[in-house]
C-alpha cells in the first residue's frame, strides 16, 4: 500500500501505479518508476485496468462513507480528509494510512476542500525529481560496485604478493640448505685429504727410515766400526739409481655423454678430488662411480680416500665416468 501510495504522491494514476508494481513483481519502487517512465505512453491491458477497478470502486467507496455521514450531519459534502496535526489535506482512506504510518500523525477529521490534481507542470516537475533521484541512484549503485570491485582486486593482488613472498621465503631456505650442505661436504673432503695426507707423510718417514736402516752403508758401519769413512761411503756400482718421483699427475676424465674433462692434480690428493671436480665442472648431482679401463677397475667407496698414486694414477691417466654398482 505505501509503494502505491508514494507513486500516486509522484502524480501517477492509480491503475498504472498498481499495473507497474504487478509487472516488476512488487520489487519496490524505483524498479515500478523506471517501468512508469520507460512505458509512459502505453496503454495497459484491459484485463489489468478491469482488475484496478475493484480497487478504485472500494477507495471511493472508503471516501464516499464519510462524506454522506458528513451531508447528514451538516449538510455540506465532505470531499477530502485533513490532518489536524500538520493540515495536509488527503485524497482517501489509503492516504491518510499512509500520511499516519510515515509521520505518526493520529488526529484525522472530514474536509470539504477537494485534493487538486497535479498540473502538467507540476507533473513535469515531479517526473525530472524522480529521473534525477533515479540517476543519482544509479550512480551511486555504480560507485559502490567499483569500490567493491576494486577491493576484490586488492585482495587478490595481496594474496598474489603474500604467495610470492612465501614462496620466495621457501626458494631461500632451500637454498641455504643446498649451499650448507655443500659446505660440510667440502669440509668433510679437506678432513679426509688431509687424513690422507698426514699417513702419507708417516708413511713416507718410516720408509725412510726402515731404508735408511737397510742400506749398504749402515749395515758395513755394523759389521766392522774400526772401517774409515771413506771406505764406508763407497756403493757397489751396480746399484741402480732410484725411480723419479713425480709431484703432479694429468688426469683425463671421459664422461658419460662422450665429451672429456682433464685437469692436472697433486699426487697427494685422494680420489675424491677427482669427484668433486667433475661435480664442480658439470653440476650433476646424481651419483656415479669412476673407473679404469687399463687394467679394469671400478673404484670402491674405501678407494675415494686413497691418494692418486698410491691408485697408480701417476703421471697420468684416463678415468672413465660410470654408473654406481647396484
Same mark, same amino acid.
Given at each position: 500500500?505505501?509503494?502505491?501510495?508514494?507513486?500516486?504522491?509522484?502524480?501517477?494514476?492509480?491503475?498504472?501505479?498498481?499495473?507497474?508494481?504487478?509487472?516488476?513483481?512488487?520489487?519496490?519502487?524505483?524498479?515500478?518508476?523506471?517501468?512508469?517512465?520507460?512505458?509512459?505512453?502505453?496503454?495497459?491491458?484491459?484485463?489489468?485496468?478491469?482488475?484496478?477497478?475493484?480497487?478504485?470502486?472500494?477507495?471511493?467507496?472508503?471516501?464516499?462513507?464519510?462524506?454522506?455521514?458528513?451531508?447528514?450531519?451538516?449538510?455540506?459534502?465532505?470531499?477530502?480528509?485533513?490532518?489536524?496535526?500538520?493540515?495536509?489535506?488527503?485524497?482517501?482512506?489509503?492516504?491518510?494510512?499512509?500520511?499516519?504510518?510515515?509521520?505518526?500523525?493520529?488526529?484525522?477529521?472530514?474536509?470539504?476542500?477537494?485534493?487538486?490534481?497535479?498540473?502538467?507542470?507540476?507533473?513535469?516537475?515531479?517526473?525530472?525529481?524522480?529521473?534525477?533521484?533515479?540517476?543519482?541512484?544509479?550512480?551511486?549503485? #555504480?560507485?559502490?560496485?567499483?569500490?567493491?570491485?576494486?577491493?576484490?582486486?586488492?585482495?587478490?593482488?595481496?594474496?598474489?604478493?603474500?604467495?610470492?613472498?612465501?614462496?620466495?621465503?621457501?626458494? #631461500?631456505?632451500?637454498?641455504?640448505?643446498?649451499?650448507?650442505?655443500?659446505?660440510?661436504?667440502?669440509? #668433510?673432503?679437506?678432513?679426509?685429504?688431509?687424513?690422507?695426507?698426514?699417513?702419507?707423510?708417516?708413511?713416507?718417514?718410516?720408509?725412510?727410515?726402515?731404508?735408511?736402516?737397510?742400506?749398504?752403508?749402515?749395515?758395513?758401519?755394523?759389521?766392522?766400526?774400526?772401517?774409515?769413512?771413506?771406505?764406508?761411503?763407497?756403493?757397489?756400482?751396480?746399484?741402480?739409481?732410484?725411480p723419479r718421483e713425480y709431484t703432479e699427475t694429468r688426469i683425463q676424465?671421459?664422461?658419460?655423454?662422450?665429451?672429456?674433462?682433464?685437469?692436472?692434480?697433486?699426487?697427494?690428493?685422494?680420489?675424491?678430488?677427482?669427484?668433486?671436480?667433475?661435480?664442480?665442472?658439470?653440476?650433476? #648431482?646424481?651419483?656415479?662411480?669412476?673407473?679404469?679401463?687399463?687394467?679394469?677397475?671400478?673404484?670402491?667407496?674405501?678407494?675415494?680416500?686413497?691418494?692418486?698414486?698410491?691408485?697408480?694414477?701417476?703421471?697420468?691417466?684416463?678415468?672413465i665416468m660410470t654408473k654406481p654398482p647396484a
Open positions: 500500500m505505501s509503494d502505491i501510495q508514494t507513486l500516486m504522491d509522484m502524480g501517477f494514476p492509480r491503475d498504472r501505479v498498481e499495473y507497474a508494481l504487478k509487472v516488476t513483481s512488487h520489487k519496490g519502487v524505483e524498479m515500478a518508476m523506471e517501468w512508469l517512465l520507460a512505458h509512459g505512453d502505453e496503454e495497459i491491458p484491459a484485463a489489468a485496468a478491469s482488475d484496478a477497478a475493484p480497487a478504485a470502486a472500494a477507495a471511493s467507496g472508503e471516501d464516499t462513507a464519510p462524506s454522506s455521514s458528513g451531508a447528514a450531519d451538516g449538510g455540506a459534502v465532505a470531499k477530502s480528509l485533513k490532518c489536524d496535526d500538520c493540515g495536509k489535506v488527503l485524497k482517501d482512506q489509503t492516504e491518510v494510512e499512509y500520511h499516519a504510518a510515515k509521520t505518526g500523525h493520529s488526529n484525522f477529521s472530514e474536509s470539504t476542500e477537494e485534493k487538486k490534481a497535479l498540473t502538467e507542470e507540476e507533473k513535469k516537475a515531479q517526473l525530472a525529481l524522480i529521473e534525477e533521484k533515479l540517476k543519482q541512484k544509479r550512480v551511486e549503485r #555504480e560507485e559502490r560496485e567499483k569500490a567493491d570491485a576494486l577491493e576484490r582486486e586488492r585482495n587478490r593482488i595481496r594474496s598474489g604478493k603474500d604467495m610470492t613472498e612465501a614462496r620466495r621465503r621457501m626458494e #631461500e631456505i632451500e637454498m641455504k640448505k643446498i649451499v650448507d650442505q655443500r659446505k660440510r661436504e667440502k669440509e #668433510e673432503e679437506k678432513a679426509a685429504r688431509d687424513r690422507v695426507r698426514a699417513q702419507i707423510e708417516a708413511d713416507k718417514a718410516a720408509r725412510k727410515a726402515r731404508e735408511a736402516h737397510n742400506s749398504p752403508a749402515a749395515q758395513l758401519s755394523d759389521a766392522v766400526p774400526s772401517v774409515s769413512s771413506t771406505t764406508t761411503a763407497t756403493t757397489p756400482t751396480g746399484v741402480k739409481s732410484p676424465v671421459r664422461l658419460q655423454d662422450g665429451s672429456t674433462l682433464a685437469s692436472e692434480f697433486n699426487v697427494k690428493e685422494p680420489l675424491s678430488a677427482v669427484r668433486v671436480f667433475i661435480q664442480v665442472k658439470t653440476g650433476i #648431482e646424481t651419483p656415479f662411480a669412476l673407473m679404469t679401463t687399463f687394467p679394469r677397475k671400478i673404484f670402491a667407496d674405501e678407494d675415494y680416500e686413497k691418494p692418486l698414486e698410491v691408485l697408480g694414477l701417476v703421471p697420468s691417466a684416463v678415468i
